[in-house]
T-cell receptor, first 117, second 116 residues
């Protein structure tokens, strides 16, 4: 079990630039989640995938955000035309979902800290 | 709507003191799961416990214990004989199973500082 891996750990970008983050979940996990955490707050849900299907997106996920999970393995989160308000820690998590409504624990990565200047 | 409230923003104790972190939740689901996670300064969220809504037995794991009371919609976390290494941000979280939205709802977190 190598855990959930996120790259890069830190990203500094200028306003208006595009950024992309990568998440490699635990290999046998069928669910993958993206969360955003700002200073002093709990993680806020952005979106999740069941295998390669994106099943839910939060209203926080504006049209500048897009996430993919091709082939149900790793996932990418892209932010286009970044704004200063996008500065946050972006967390990825994965889990096994055995059936409707049964959630085992989420395993989190160390996150990608985004700073938009 | 689902919501988790952790009213204590910061708690400071001296080593060896007992400390209780409060968590109150709101959900219309009859089946749901409650979690506690620890976030040390390194940033990674570390799983502590998962409890489903049908199991109200309290649980003890070493110095950690959890008190789940459906009647008051609370899931409190107690650390006995706290240690400096317990210093971290602790999050309570809720998953509404019957709604099957797939998302875990987190509280705002309680920062625990244990002083030597």
């Amino acid at each position: 079990d190598t855990g959930v891996s996120q790259n890069p750990r830190h990203k500094i970008t200028k306003r208006g630039q595009n950024v992309t983050f990568r998440c490699d979940p635990i290999s046998e996990h069928n669910r993958l989640y993206w969360y955003r955490q700002t200073l002093g707050q709990g993680p806020e849900f952005l979106t999740y995938f069941q295998n390669e299907a994106q099943l839910e997106k939060s209203r926080l996920l504006s049209d500048r955000f897009s996430a993919e999970r091709p082939k149900g393995s790793f996932s990418t989160l892209e932010i286009q035309r970044t704004e200063q308000g996008d500065s946050a820690m972006y967390l990825c998590a994965s889990s096994l979902m055995f059936g409707a409504g049964i959630l085992e624990k989420l395993f989190f990565g160390s996150g990608t800290q985004l700073s938009v200047l | 709507a689902q919501k988790v409230t952790q009213a204590q923003t910061e708690i400071s104790v001296v080593e060896k003191e007992d400390v209780t972190l409060d968590c109150v939740y709101e959900t219309r689901d009859t089946t749901y799961y409650l979690f506690w996670y620890k976030q040390p300064p390194s940033g990674e969220l570390v799983f502590l416990i998962r409890r489903n809504s049908f199991d109200e037995q309290n649980e003890i794991s070493g110095r950690y214990s959890w008190n789940f009371q459906k009647s008051t919609s609370s899931f409190n976390f107690t650390i006995t004989a706290s240690q400096v290494v317990d210093s971290a941000v602790y999050f309570c979280a809720l998953f509404g199973g019957s709604s099957n939205t797939g998302k875990l709802i987190f509280g705002q977190g309680t920062t625990l500082q244990v002083k030597p």
